[in-house]
Nanobody, 122 residues
Framework: QVQLVESGGGLVQAGGSLRLSCAAS????????MGWFRQAPGKEREFVGG????????QYADSVKGRFTISRDNAKNTVYLQMNSLKPEDTAVYYC???????????????WGQGTQVTVSS
């Protein structure tokens, strides 16, 4: 059974940092793009960032550029999201996803995690 399991969410004050992890199991994602989405209450799910299978290509939403960094460790089948300078508007459930390319990831990811809550207090 293929699973993406997120961890690392929590409550943090504005200006603080969190590191999310997404561990994949059931198959290797070493040749897939992976990424992060988030959904705040009452809002649609939005793309946060994506990384190519090699780790050499990355894309970010404008709202997180310069503050968030996505990385991956293919030996561990894991993708990370380092979030710095967090703002209250970053509060959301964060989801990990995987697809063949970042383009497909943004449009319709093939695999999804269950999500982890990030809450940023002001």
């Amino acid at each position: 059974q293929v699973q993406l399991v997120e961890s690392g969410g929590g409550l943090v004050q504005a200006g603080g940092s969190l590191r999310l992890s997404c561990a994949a199991s059931g198959r290797s994602f070493n040749r897939d793009a992976m990424g992060w989405f988030r959904q705040a209450p009452g809002k649609e799910r939005e793309f946060v960032g994506g990384i190519t299978w090699s780790g050499l290509g990355k894309q970010y939403a404008d709202s997180v550029k310069g503050r968030f960094t996505i990385s991956r460790d293919n030996a561990k089948n894991t993708v990370y999201l380092q979030m710095n300078s967090l703002k209250p508007e970053d509060t959301a459930v964060y989801y990990c996803a995987a697809a063949t390319t970042i383009g497909v990831l943004v449009g319709a990811a093939d695999y999804w995690g269950q999500g982890t809550q990030v809450t940023v207090s002001s």
